[in-house]
């Protein structure tokens, strides 16, 4: 009787298992179980969302860049860039441990971070010397009787097809006259000089070394024993001058420029989009009132980021890594609408409905050039920013 029913029981969950097993295979049947609608994507351009813009100056000096440009070729715009360095020392390492007095001095060497430069072949930088008591603050003008032929004492010549290396310039030691009586402090210039356009930016003290002054010599490394040796300086202080840009339209939104100028923008956008669509992507489109402005063959890129709270031209950027940021290039001369990427800035504001809805447009590296935008704001008739966005409306599975 035990074993009879215990085949029963097992014979039972068997058929149990079965049944569900074809319960949970059994393939569902449209259009009893599946939606009709279909997922939509919508692409549209928003107006009038902007509700305020402006920019505000002084944000980064030439001085505390991490590029120096160096413009030169039209008589209506250039750039020179400065460098001061601290004093030698009297003694060189000999080796490890020890040290020897300076004997001789036979050159120095000026090597240069290139960064970008324009395309124009055969270009070369002069190098200047300087007097140590220029003043820095000292604007283009009042530096010309130092950039003159009289103050020449090299070239850096930019190969063609170069356009980011190290590049150098051999300096005789009889170039700086007054050596030892200026403490053995030097200070120099560059520019570029002739008819074509043309323009190269350089690594300054704030990205890395800067421009780097080497210096040849000869130490006493035992009594009557010489040595030849090496040392260097990077520079103490460093930045660029640059002519006058035209003064822009009133009302216009800049950004760029030195010192750097930022545009902050304040968005409202409809609830329906930022409440329960998904956004793929959305731009903030920037109407140029006029040609960007700066060195022929220059180019700008342009970055958003949201702001943390509103505290006007102070206030705080939610800043991200620069490895992360979707940069917008803008060639010098380009008329086009400018699309800055903004994608990443909406999914931010989805997630957190109580952030102010206001991002800031600046360059990826403030100050680093001359270069300038100049776009239409919400005052400028015709030119108003405008957002294009491109989203999937909520899906409804209400027949």
Known sequence: MRS????????????????????????????????????????????????????????????????????????????????????????????????????????????????????????????HRLPRTVDRESDFSSLDPFFEDSTVVGTVVIPDGVFDDTVSAIIPADAFPTFQEDSQQVALGLSIRGSTPAFATFETRDANLGALLQRFVKIEASPGD?????????????????????????????????????????????????????????????????PAMGAPGDTLQLVAEPMG??????????????SVLVKTSVGVGTLDTIPVDISAIMAFWQGDPEQVRILVVRTRFEAASMAEVRMGSTRTLGFQPLIRVTYVPPFSFVQ
């Open 4 to 127: 009879g029913t215990f085949l029963v029981v097992i014979g039972g969950l068997a058929m149990g298992v079965l049944a569900c097993e074809e319960s949970t295979t059994a393939p569902g049947v449209c259009p009893d179980f599946c939606p009709t609608g279909e997922i939509q994507l919508v692409d549209t351009v928003l107006v009038g969302v902007v509700e305020a813009d402006t920019s505000f100056t002084g944000y980064v000096e030439p001085d505390g860049a991490i590029w120096m440009q160096v413009v030169g070729g039209d008589p209506g715009m250039g750039a020179r860039s400065v460098m001061w360095y601290p004093r030698f020392r009297d003694t060189v390492q000999v080796d490890s441990i020890s040290t020897g007095p300076v004997v001789e001095l036979d050159s120095f060497r000026l090597d240069l971070v290139l960064v970008d430069r324009t395309s124009v072949p055969g270009l070369a930088v002069t190098v």
């Open 309 to 322: 709270a509103d505290f006007g031209p102070k206030s705080p950027i939610i800043a991200s890594h620069d």
């Open 226 to 290: 010489t040595v030849e040796r090496l040392d260097f300086v990077a520079p103490e202080f460093d930045t660029f001058v640059d002519t006058d840009l035209t003064a822009p339209v009133a009302g216009s939104l800049i950004v760029g420029g030195t010192p750097s100028s930022r545009t902050f923008v304040r968005v409202l956008l409809p609830p329906s989009i930022m409440d329960s669509s998904d956004i793929v992507r959305a731009h903030l489109l920037m109407i140029p009132i006029e």
